[in-house]
């Protein structure tokens, strides 16, 4: 750290980065074990009731909660604590440092700087002694970066008729978000048939097949911009990684892309999938020789897209507007923990700070002011009254 010393929130974040919380199915990556110990640390330090929700070997959630009025209601926050790689940083990923009133290292952005600020949001709530309204459970999660099983495990065990609201961290640049683009990547292969190179006649190419059908890929893409979501824009589809061939001189027997789709809210994975197996048997019907297979999906996530007018999203607005920031809720194209939560019925919101241009770049940074107001954010919402407005037992 450089200059003097900084509020103890940004302590607490810098003592986060210094943690190695890559994610494990990264090459680099270590168990999130070292994270979840020192935020247990920190709440047991305080007297904050604390358990581990075990989701793999090594890697635990980790919860604290503090009691409300309300016992049979309550508030969830949360946020992850895995990073993707620190490969190719330009910064050394685990040594912050504060300059210009940015902090540096890997997870500063994503999203450490929300994890602070919830931490210390509970924390302060629980030292003011002043009862929230119904009971606040705070949630560090695992492999959020990978395939949010951390997220998946907890909303398990989760009563969701019992949650009034889930509060996630991202970095929003301090905007309350209400929905956000699911998700699903699958594998296309192609099947050909292999013959030496000066004999290609003999041979079906497999990249050649994978042509057509990619050509058709990018024929429907035009497609998807005919609608939107007022929020969020179109869909999109990527094809974002390609394999195929084994040397030069062999006609290719076999090739592969991976595609990713973003959804919007209102469509389903199911009928993403039936959408492109149709393009897919309508290249085979035009193309003969083409041999086409869709793999299962490797990851799927759904959309979110929490109502505007319902209590926690009016309460967050009311929030901001008391502190001076005007906000009106928007969308964001990239996915999160928040949708697990959504998809159970619970009304959703991202909040953090940092911009997710920053998220995952070479020179990770997050605005220590952003910081500092987050917490603020954080913690007038654990107090609102108006966030059980929607219940029916309030």
């Known amino acids: 750290m450089m200059g003097s010393a900084p509020p103890v929130i940004l302590q607490t974040l810098a003592d986060l980065i210094r943690i190695n919380s890559v994610n494990p199915n990264y090459p680099s990556g270590v168990p999130e074990s070292g994270v979840i110990d020192y935020i247990e640390a920190f709440f047991q ?24 009025r309300d016992r049979h209601r309550k508030m969830i926050f949360e946020a992850h604590v895995d990073t993707v790689s620190v490969d190719g940083m330009t910064i050394p990923p685990f ?7 940015r902090m540096y290292g890997r997870g500063a952005c994503d999203t450490k700087g929300g994890l602070a600020g919830m931490m210390h949001a509970l924390a302060d709530v629980a030292e003011s002694e002043v009862p929230p309204p119904c009971d606040l459970w705070f949630v560090a999660t695992v492999d959020e970066e990978f395939a949010y099983r951390g997220v ?10 019992a949650c009034a609201v889930a509060v996630v961290a991202e970095p929003t640049e301090l905007q ?17 048939v292999a013959a030496h190179s000066a004999k290609p006649h003999l041979g079906i190419n497999a990249i ?26 179109a869909a999109t589809c990527n094809v974002g990684v390609i394999r195929g061939g084994v040397q030069v001189n062999l006609v290719p027997a076999s090739c592969q892309v991976e595609v990713d789709r973003r959804l ?16 897919i048997n309508n290249v085979m019907q035009k193309h003969p020789q083409v041999k086409v297979a869709m793999l299962p999906p490797m990851l799927t996530d759904l959309p979110l897209e929490t109502a505007v007018d319902c209590a926690p999203v009016q309460e967050m607005v009311r929030v901001l507007g008391d502190l001076g920031r005007q906000a009106t ?37 997050v605005d220590c002011g952003q910081v ?3 917490r603020d954010v954080y913690r007038r919402f654990m107090l609102a009254e108006g966030v059980l407005a929607d219940c029916s037992d309030i």
């Open 95 to 101: 040594d912050p440092v504060i300059r210009n009133g």
């Open 208 to 233: 050649t097949s994978m042509m057509h059908v990619l050509q058709a890929f990018e024929h429907d893409n035009l497609q998807l911009l005919r609608r939107t979501h007022p929020l969020l824009g």
């Open 152 to 161: 998946a495990q907890f909303c398990r065990d989760l009563e969701a008729t």
């Open 372 to 374: 500092l107001f987050a």
């Open 264 to 279: 919007l809210p209102g469509e389903t994975i199911e009928l993403v999938l039936q959408h492109y197996q149709s393009i």
């Open 45 to 68: 330090h305080r007297s904050i009731k604390t358990w581990r929700q075990s989701v793999q070997p090594q890697r635990d959630n980790l919860i604290a909660s503090i009691p409300g």
């Open 329 to 365: 809720p928007a969308g964001m194209p990239f996915g999160s923990d928040a949708s697990k939560f959504g998809a159970m019925g619970i009304p959703s919101l991202i909040f953090g700070p940092g911009s997710i241009d920053q998220a995952h770049t070479a020179d990770e940074f």
């Open 176 to 192: 309350p978000i209400i929905a956000s683009k699911g998700l699903v990547r699958w594998i296309v292969e192609t099947t050909g």
